[in-house]
């Protein structure tokens, strides 16, 4: 069993005497769920708004993937799998049997997560709360993941530290640590002079198994706003199917900010998607961390990987 395992049954076993309930009913998908739109705390989504519309289960935008697009996708593909250099680094894993289907040749390359890494705040609010969640938590909470609010970001992260942004910081990485990701820091801004919101592809998706599987107290309510996202539709969600419910997050930024690897400063133009998706009952998890300055190019590396690794066929 590697250290990864052995960090997770620990923390698994570290959560035996919480609340039953708080882990029922993970997994949970909303093709087979037909109560997936109700909240552990009995909150309907469609309860919940968001800029002034109620929140809804997202699907795919169901652009038609062509000929062209899957050839431009094997070129992207291809530039993952032998640049060691590349800008785009993925993971795709098959969440049930929590195997790695696929993965980019550096996937353990750290990248900028931009928004991507609220879901990280997000999972560790939960934790630290043992899964409760206050409604002004909860509304922080959606549009967090939802309409990728910052305010709600920054909010969420302090209230982690009990009002200190600092302490936030410093218990979102005692959590993804927990969690076995070592390289992860989901948290923003700097704690002490360790640089925040620094993601890798392989840990991302790692983390989805952790949020579908329940290994942490909260993961339900977590995995069910993150179905309620409504960005990324240039992006991952554009050549996915109108039938298929997609979740995530995405995360974009254009500016200045630490090349996690290096230290250096660096300028970025970030297009991440982190999705979540069922196809024929199988649930899936997919990272896809990109410096490549191209919503389109990260909406075709998501189409070609959902039809390579799941076998759907349009």
């Given at each position: 069993?590697?250290?990864?395992?052995?960090?997770?049954?620990?923390?698994?076993?570290?959560?035996?005497?919480?609340?039953?309930?708080?882990?029922?009913?993970?997994?949970?998908?909303?093709?087979?769920?037909?109560?997936?739109?109700?909240?552990?705390?009995?909150?309907?989504?469609?309860?919940?708004?968001?800029?002034?519309?109620?929140?809804?289960?997202?699907?795919?935008?169901?652009?038609?993937f062509t000929a062209a697009h899957q050839a431009?996708?094997?070129?992207?593909?291809?530039?993952?799998?032998?640049?060691?250099?590349?800008?785009?680094?993925?993971?795709?894993?098959?969440?049930?049997?929590?195997?790695?289907?696929?993965?980019?040749?550096?996937?353990?390359?750290?990248?900028?997560?931009?928004?991507?890494?609220?879901?990280?705040?997000?999972?560790?609010?939960?934790?630290?709360?043992?899964?409760?969640?206050?409604?002004?938590?909860?509304?922080?909470?959606?549009?967090?993941?939802?309409?990728?609010?910052?305010?709600?970001?920054?909010?969420?992260?302090?209230?982690?530290?009990?009002?200190?942004?600092?302490?936030?910081?410093?218990?979102?990485?005692?959590?993804?640590?927990?969690?076995?990701?070592?390289?992860?820091?989901?948290?923003?801004?700097?704690?002490?002079?360790?640089?925040?919101?620094?993601?890798?592809?392989?840990?991302t998706v790692e983390y989805l198994h952790s949020?579908?599987?329940?290994?942490?107290?909260?993961?339900?309510?977590?995995?069910?706003?993150?179905?309620?996202?409504?960005?990324?539709?240039?992006?991952?969600?554009?050549?996915?199917?109108?039938?298929?419910?997609?979740?995530?997050?995405?995360?974009?930024?254009?500016?200045?900010?630490?090349?996690?690897?290096?230290?250096?400063?660096?300028?970025?133009?970030?297009?991440?998607?982190?999705?979540?998706?069922?196809?024929?009952?199988?649930?899936?998890?997919?990272?896809?961390?990109?410096?490549?300055?191209?919503?389109?190019?990260?909406?075709?590396?998501?189409?070609?990987?959902?039809?390579?690794?799941?076998?759907?066929?349009?």
């Amino acid at each position: 069993m590697n250290h990864l395992s052995l960090v997770r049954h620990g923390l698994v076993a570290t959560f035996l005497f919480t609340s039953l309930q708080t882990f029922a009913a993970m997994p949970t998908n909303p093709v087979t769920d037909a109560n997936f739109s109700t909240l552990p705390n009995g909150v309907k989504l469609q309860n919940i708004a968001v800029s002034g519309v109620r929140l809804s289960l997202t699907r795919g935008i169901g652009t038609k993937f062509t000929a062209a697009h899957q050839a431009s996708y094997e070129k992207i593909k291809a530039d993952t799998l032998t640049n060691p250099k590349s800008k785009v680094q993925w993971a795709i894993m098959d969440l049930d049997a929590h195997r790695v289907l696929g993965e980019s040749l550096n996937s353990n390359r750290k990248i900028f997560g931009a928004s991507s890494s609220k879901i990280f705040v997000g999972g560790a609010l939960m934790n630290k709360q043992n899964g409760a969640i206050s409604n002004s938590q909860l509304q922080l909470m959606a549009n967090m993941l939802v309409v990728s609010s910052n305010e709600a970001w920054v909010n969420l992260q302090s209230q982690v530290g009990d009002g200190n942004a600092n302490t936030g910081r410093s218990r979102i990485n005692d959590f993804t640590q927990g969690l076995g990701l070592e390289k992860t820091r989901g948290y923003q801004g700097y704690w002490g002079n360790i640089h925040g919101n620094e993601l890798t592809a392989a840990e991302t998706v790692e983390y989805l198994h952790s949020v579908y599987k329940g290994d942490f107290p909260g993961s339900e309510t977590l995995w069910k706003v993150m179905h309620a996202c409504r960005t990324g539709a240039s992006r991952g969600l554009k050549y996915l199917p109108r039938t298929t419910y997609v979740g995530g997050k995405t995360g974009t930024y254009d500016g200045s900010t630490v090349d996690p690897e290096t230290g250096a400063g660096i300028n970025v133009a970030i297009r991440n998607h982190v999705l979540i998706f069922n196809v024929d009952g199988r649930q899936y998890g997919l990272t896809i961390l990109s410096n490549s300055g191209s919503d389109e190019a990260t909406a075709i590396l998501a189409g070609g990987l959902f039809r390579e690794f799941t076998g759907y066929k349009d």
